[in-house]
């Protein structure tokens, strides 16, 4: 699987958007860029993927570069439940994941 | 519907006890996975399986760790004996679909403190 790079800590004022970037400079054709979060003290939970077109839910949306070597999460109105540390993961396989750092996003009142 | 449950939540020993964790996956997932999590890190895979059988554990250290799925439901991972290094977050997910698109549901994981 393709290795990510994401920044280790960012801060985002409560209501504003909150756009995590992620670099993937080495993904492959049918790799999937896919994000997880994980709030303190709880397990790790989905929040969306993507393979190449952006792709929004009900909790974010996901904006991938036409060269496909970048991505970001974007969390459009950010509250404090939003807090957590915020994984980018490359894989082929969605049910195989490789966790690395991550983002710890801090939403500040 | 109930999600993935661990227990117990908390485990403080000894070193060189022995200790065992518990997972009950979401009812109908196949595949069901033991991730490991030092703190300030990610988590780390130790093993999968589909149904009963483990297809992935080369993460696992097969000295002291161990785990088992009897008919392909719920899974205990033991660890025999404990080292300070095992002090970590042991989680357990399962997901339904072995397909690109099948997400990973995790518990709130087994917190265990290696004294």
């Known amino acids: 699987d393709a290795k990510t790079t994401q920044p280790p800590s960012m801060d985002c004022a409560e209501g504003r958007a909150a756009n995590l970037p992620c670099n993937h400079s080495?993904?492959?054709?049918?790799?999937?860029v896919y994000w997880y979060r994980q709030i303190h003290s709880q397990g790790p939970q989905y929040i969306i993927h993507?393979?190449?077109n952006n792709e929004t839910n009900e909790m974010a949306s996901l904006i991938i570069t036409e060269d496909r070597k970048s991505s970001t999460l974007i969390l459009p109105h950010a509250t404090l439940r939003d807090t957590a540390v915020y994984y980018c993961i490359v894989t082929n396989a969605g049910n195989m994941l490789t966790f690395g750092g991550g983002t710890r996003l801090m939403v500040k009142p | 519907e109930a999600g993935v449950v661990q227990s117990p939540r908390y485990k403080i020993i000894e070193k060189k006890q022995p200790v065992a964790f518990w997972c009950n996956p979401i009812?109908?997932?196949?595949?069901l996975y033991w991730y490991r999590q030092n703190l300030g890190q990610g988590p780390e895979l130790l093993i999968r399986y589909e149904n009963e059988e483990a297809v992935d554990d080369s993460q696992l250290p097969k000295d002291r760790f161990s785990a088992e799925r009897l008919k392909g439901v719920d899974s205990t991972l033991k660890i025999q004996p404990a080292e300070l290094g095992d002090s970590a977050v042991y989680l357990c997910a399962s997901s339904g679909l072995p397909t690109n698109t099948g997400e990973l549901f995790f518990g709130e994981g087994s917190r265990l403190t290696v004294l």
């Open positions: 080495t993904i492959s054709g049918n790799e999937y």
């Open positions: 009812s109908g997932h196949n595949t």
């Open positions: 993507g393979l190449k």
